[in-house]
């Protein structure tokens, strides 16, 4: 009996300390993030010059082994992820995405960690007025710290594919 209540205990106290992980999107403390390692050897000075010449960010800053910016204005690409407009959430496909990104460097290594992902919203709607802004775990994230199924289903996998290609860092030709 003594043993089975220690089993109970050990178990639950390590389930409530667990970060529930889905296609690179993590939930801490109530917050959703999306978080990718890359293996490459880049330079700070390369990867910060790829992230200025991209036009897809604003507020670029450089430290000694990190990178900030913040992008707003990202239409997500449903087809890129395989769905039709009719599969994807209304909450994602009435709306642009913004939000911090930040790029950590390690020897031969570096994350990338994009946080205060908002939604904001395109048009007037009953529910809605255009440029109304909400917090993505608002749509993702239940009372129990957990993804809801619908993220689970489509927005993720939309969004991983969005953020990866939006880290693509193609330049701006355009003149």
Sequence with gaps: MKSILIWSLLLISINSFSQEVHRNFK??????????????????????????ISCDFENVEKDLNTISATFNGLSVDHKGAGHSKWTMPIYLRDSFIEGKLIIELKPNKYRVTIRNIKCISKYDT??????????????????????????K?????????SFNKLLEFKENNDW
Aim: charged residues 35%; glycine residues 0%; proline residues 0%.
């Design 27 to 52: 939930i801490d403390q109530s917050e959703i993030y999306w978080q990718k390692i890359y293996y490459e050897v880049e330079s700070i000075d390369d990867l910060y010059s790829k992230v200025v």
């Design 126 to 151: 009953s529910l809605t007025e255009s440029e109304e802004k909400s917090c993505l775990e608002d749509f993702s994230v239940n009372r129990k710290d957990n993804f809801k199924s619908l993220f």
């Design 153 to 161: 289903r489509s927005a993720s996998e939309i969004l991983d594919f």
